[in-house]
């Protein structure tokens, strides 16, 4: 049962399926490369709508999406991304169901490279949590840093706010708002996490 005495941070609002999702994933920290895979697939097809839309309809993408399977969706092909749009339900975007099949290309190849994903990203942070005290920002060093990297290995709908997204989304980035519990549990358990403190005029 959520509670709904606790303080959040204020996008969850009275939302129900906003609460579960800030409570039980956003920032968390990561290292799962599905977990990764999964959120950058939700990224890419949010461009343009709010993430409610995408949550909500988080069940039906991980169906068209081999259940969030890169190795199975490197394979898709025009039939799998004609299949996608007939699904009902479904988010009506030909460019990013196929931007998101070149992606997981590309997302492979950095498994190859890297040993992992979760290796690859957070060695943008040198394994470490960023907490900037702006907590208003969008984008940063870092998100436009990995953005350019993967657009220059062939990703699309990857720019600098949906990475620093990802980032908060992943626990690369400490984004809860300071009334939030989830903020408060982190700060009391940040001696256990590598942190880098970032202040606002960076």
Known sequence: MIENKKKRCS??????????????EWGNINHDD????????????QCGLSWR???????IIRKCFANFNYDEVAKFNEDNVNVILETEGMIKSK??????????KVFNQIRKDFGSFDNYIWSFTKGKVLLFEDN?????????????????????????????????????????????????EFIQSSLKVNLTIIPKSS
């Open 11 to 24: 996008w969850c609002g009275n939302d129900p399926l906003l609460i579960k999702y800030h409570d039980e």
């Open 95 to 104: 460019n990013k169901i196929k931007a998101i099949i070149d992606n997981t």
């Open 136 to 184: 208003t920002i969008t984008k940063c060093k870092t998100s436009e840093e990995i953005s350019k990297d993967l657009k220059k290995r062939g990703c699309k709908y990857i720019g600098p706010v949906v990475i620093f997204s990802h980032m908060q989304a992943m626990g690369l980035v400490q984004a809860h708002e300071h009334q939030c519990h989830k903020y408060k």
């Open 34 to 45: 599905k977990t990764h895979y999964a959120n950058l697939i939700m990224e890419a097809m």
């Open 53 to 59: 839309t995408v949550l909500t309809k988080r069940s």
